[in-house]
């Protein structure tokens, strides 16, 4: 499946500050590293001859709430000259800033702004940090687990105003969650 | 002569959400001076509608109908790349029956977005006559479709295992003939437009990119072909059964809307070889003990429908008509997953854009937009 070679080289000859951990899976490679290095070792993984990691395929963020640091940055990374990829994360919490990969990987600039306008996570000098896919005034970070899924406003059309307004959410029914254990079981409370 | 520059201020022009064509709602911001472009801001977000969140509250058999509205014109592969997730996790092997059926689908409903994408974009640039030529092959594949699928485009088809239902009595023989019809449409549209002076003053040197600058886009599918960098995930990654089947990337060396048109055109052709390899194959049935084990006869491993999914990361992809399709899951041990991050590849090849626009005229933005083939569905999830 993935080529391993890259994995192995950047593991023997990255400075360990850099890399806290490494794992390696039949899912594809992981490497942990601190807040302050994504930047580093990016580059590092972009530039070098034989790791030559040229596209930046996926930044993600994931919450982890149980965690003190409870944001996860996942940088995917594919390497077309080696046929590899590989995955860097980084762990931050609500506050932490962590460097912008744009310079290496400009594809990087709209993944950014995603990550923070979903998560809450923000670059430190980030050419354009502003929200990208939720509505113009909306508050807060949709995927952090703490925000229900219908969220906390609904918009409709006010007649007398002419316009969209935004309200707080009114339903009608309690929100039904289906995850019964096997089909033929229901949930006690209906 | 030089004219009186009385105009010192750039306009604004907002080429607001609703397009007349089929680009979806896409907001571009664009500064003009004169007919020139300055810069070009897209502004997305018009159709979020928090897939990836509603991922996370859902099983995967729940979530399978949602998958089709990401690339809505491409539906197989967002369910292809849905199900693949949670069996590679899973470990389960799919028959190889189900295996080619999926890719048959897979390759028809790459025709049919390579179809929608060549009509909005020649109606962009002012030929209206191709948008009804596509549709009338493009309703072949919906009916095709619908006699596997029972639905002409939100099909609820791939389950994790294998497919849901068996192919029709006589669907072979449809498809076949569907694909020697359209091996003439492919010649029709040839005709019509690759050497059209028209078509050609429009679209020759426009927006080009170069192959190390796709790269750092970040760029995939047609748009990375078309700049000389022969990359396709089918050959690369081997997944379904592709390297069974016998034919050649599809790639050009200029970079420009032009060379993007061939490649997927030519990779329409192209399509249409493996599958009918494929179904030749398959359904050359001689009476034989192989054909009658449990490869080639069932069309899926029934999973329970509250599949667990392991505590386990995983980043799946295939290779969708716009680019490269893919989706990051983190399981949690638990029916729901616990992250679902769908990589479009709209959104990434959308970031080029900007950079595309610059120097160059208002009417080459169209143009542009249209050769990136982009769905809204899939950038805003």
């Known amino acids: 499946m993935d080529n391993q070679f890259i994995f192995k080289y950047s593991w023997e000859i990255l400075p360990k500050k850099w890399v806290k951990k490494m794992e390696r899976s039949e899912h594809g490679n992981r490497s942990d590293t601190n807040t302050d ?3 580093q070792l990016l580059c590092f993984l972009k530039l070098h001859t034989y790791t030559r990691v040229q596209v930046s395929i996926d930044i993600c963020g994931v919450d982890y709430p149980s965690r003190k640091r409870r944001f996860e940055v996942v940088y995917n990374l594919l390497s077309t000259r080696y046929n590899s990829r590989i995955r860097v994360q980084t762990s931050a919490d609500e506050v932490t800033r962590i460097s912008p990969v744009v310079s290496p990987f400009p594809s990087a600039g709209r993944w950014e702004r995603e990550v923070w306008d979903m998560f809450g996570v923000s670059s430190i000098n980030h050419p354009d940090l502003r929200r990208i896919s939720t509505d113009y005034g909306f508050e807060g970070h949709p995927l952090r687990k703490d925000l229900p899924l219908s969220g906390y406003v609904e918009v409709r059309y006010d007649d007398p105003e002419k316009r969209v307004v935004s309200e707080p959410i009114e339903m009608t ?16 409370d209906g | 002569m030089i004219a009186p520059t009385t105009r010192k201020d750039l306009m604004i022009v907002n080429m607001g959400p609703h397009h ?5 709602v896409l907001r571009l911001i ?13 502004i997305l977000g018009y159709l979020h509608r928090g897939m990836e969140k509603i991922a996370e509250n859902r099983t995967i058999i729940q ?22 997730g949670p069996e590679r996790l899973g470990n389960i092997q799919v028959p190889k029956r189900a295996s080619y059926i999926r890719v048959i689908m897979l390759e028809l409903s ?9 009509g909005p974009f020649m109606a962009d640039i002012g030929a209206q006559t191709p948008f009804f030529y596509i549709l009338r092959e493009r309703e072949l594949i919906y009916d095709l ?19 849901a ?3 029709p009595h006589g669907w072979i023989d449809k498809c076949l003939d569907f694909c020697d019809y359209f091996l003439t449409g492919v010649d029709e549209y040839q005709k019509l437009i690759t050497r059209n002076p028209i078509f050609l003053e429009r679209v020759e040197g426009v927006g080009i990119i170069g192959s190390e600058e796709a790269l750092n886009w970040g760029l995939s599918g047609p748009m990375l072909r078309a700049s000389g960098i022969k990359w396709d995930l089918r050959k690369v990654d081997r997944y379904e059964c592709y390297d069974e089947l016998d034919w050649e990337i599809q790639w050009q060396k200029e970079g420009d809307s032009l060379a993007r048109y061939l490649v997927r055109i030519s990779s329409r052709r192209n399509s249409r070889g493996p599958y009918e390899n494929l179904e030749i194959r398959r359904f050359n049935r001689i009476k034989d003990t192989e054909w009658n084990d449990f490869e080639y006869r069932f069309i899926s491993k029934k999973p329970s429908p509250s599949f667990e999914l392991s505590k386990q990361e995983l980043y799946v992809r295939v290779e969708a008509p716009k680019g490269e399709l893919g989706i990051f899951l983190i399981g949690d041990q638990s029916v729901f997953p616990w992250r679902w991050k769908i990589r479009p590849p709209g959104f990434i090849n959308l970031q080029i854009l900007p950079q595309l626009v610059k120097r160059m005229k208002l009417a080459d933005i169209m143009t542009i937009l249209g050769s990136i083939d982009i769905i809204m569905g899939e950038v805003d999830r």
Request: charged share 20%; hydrophobic share 40%; aromatic share 18%.
């Open chain 2, 63 to 84: 979530y399978l109908p949602y998958v089709t509205r990401w690339d809505y014109l491409a539906t197989m592969f967002t369910e292809a790349i849905t199900v693949n």
């Open chain 1, 173 to 188: 029914q309690e929100f039904r969650y289906f995850d019964f254990a096997s089909p033929w079981e229901q949930r006690s």
């Open chain 2, 30 to 42: 664009v500064t003009l001076d004169g007919e020139d472009v300055i810069d070009c801001e897209p």
């Open chain 1, 37 to 39: 290095y994504p930047f």
């Open chain 2, 145 to 163: 479709f619908e006699a596997a699928t029972g639905m002409r485009m939100m099909h609820n088809y791939f389950r994790i295992g294998g497919v």
């Open chain 2, 165 to 167: 239902a068996d192919l």
């Open chain 2, 20 to 24: 007349p064509s089929m680009h979806g």
């Open chain 2, 110 to 118: 790459r025709i049919a977005s390579h179809l929608l994408w060549l």
